[in-house]
């Protein structure tokens, strides 16, 4: 099915990453909020984002379409943030399908303006489609959204190094409110997902911007190789266990928290069967593991800490 994007401005950048046979791609993204009074109305009390999920997947799937009934989950996240129907009903039913390759969860934003980081995201050549979404709160039913957004060039020979796109509210059919603060008024039948780009409290202007940049590409071979390097985590001793008994040439490793901040980095001696890294300094948390061997190829594993 031919995807139609409802997107306003999109530019793409394409630089070379060719790779042989099936690859695996490394992506950050960032999306970064302009919303404001002048170009969005006098904001409500407490103005801030729900977490930006969503789902990289194939062509067999559609998590939301503009013009289209938005899903059971999709309204879910739309009216108050919550993300569980979507993910358990909808993209891990599309998973154990074979449609879907991961629930990307990027957590949100407890303010108007700021930005969500995404670091590390592998994403599969047989899943190059990007799904992602965000309720703007407070709102009867509004919401960010990209729908399928291809990370792969039209000839499918090579990813796509830079994808930005301005991002505008939409109304995802399933309330009838009309300003942030509008009380419950569900629309029975619901209405199709449309756009809110110049209609009040909003103008012309963007609420956002998505940031898409490619990092590095894996092929298979490298995959498979990475396999090889096992990451443990000791908390009684505080320390990280990195074993490489197949002497795979390491870089660096690196280790960012929930917000996509790096909080640690270490150069790597290679030669080793086996390396500690300490995080003895490290809050309790969610981290996320960035394992990069010399030839840019990286492993990524979260690591808790209680």
């Given amino acids: 099915m031919k995807k139609k994007y409802s997107l306003s401005c999109y530019l793409f950048l394409i630089f070379s990453s060719s790779s042989i046979g099936q690859s695996v791609a ?70 154990t399908n074979g449609n879907c390759e991961q629930f990307i969860n990027g957590g949100g934003l407890g303010s108007a303006i700021g930005t969500i980081h995404i670091n590390g ?5 047989n899943y190059p489609l990007l799904s992602l979404v965000s309720m703007i709160a407070p709102s009867p039913d509004w919401m960010i959204a990209v729908n399928g ?34 009380g419950v008024s569900d629309i029975t039948p619901h209405i199709p997902i449309n756009s809110l780009k110049g209609v009040s409290p909003f103008n012309d202007n963007p609420v956002g911007k998505l940031t898409i940049s490619l990092q590095n590409v894996l092929n298979t071979k490298n995959v498979d190789l990475f396999e090889n390097i096992k990451i443990f985590h000791d908390p009684t001793m505080g320390k990280i266990y990195i074993s490489n008994y197949k002497n795979i040439e390491l870089n660096y490793l690196e280790i960012y928290n929930i917000l996509g901040g790096l909080v640690k980095k270490v150069r790597l001696q290679n030669n080793l069967p086996q390396t500690q890294v300490d995080v003895t300094h ?7 593991i960035n394992l990069k061997n010399t030839k840019g190829a990286y492993k990524i594993k979260k690591l808790i800490i209680n």
């Fill in 282 to 288: 490290l809050n309790k948390g969610i981290y996320i």
């Fill in 149 to 182: 957004i291809n990370l792969r060039n039209k000839e499918n020979t090579d990813w796509l190094n830079l994808i930005e796109i301005d991002l505008f509210i939409y109304d995802a059919g399933t309330d009838a409110g009309t300003t942030y603060n509008y």
């Fill in 26 to 95: 490394g992506y950050n993204i960032i999306f970064e909020s302009f919303w404001n009074a002048t170009d969005h109305g006098t904001l409500p009390n407490s103005p801030h984002w729900s977490s930006l999920v969503g789902a990289n997947h194939n062509n067999n799937v559609i998590f939301l379409e503009m013009g289209e009934i938005a899903s059971q989950g999709i309204e879910n996240i739309a009216e108050t943030g919550n993300f569980t129907i979507y993910r358990d009903n909808e993209v891990n039913l599309s998973i």
């Fill in 121 to 125: 995201l592998e994403i599969s050549e």
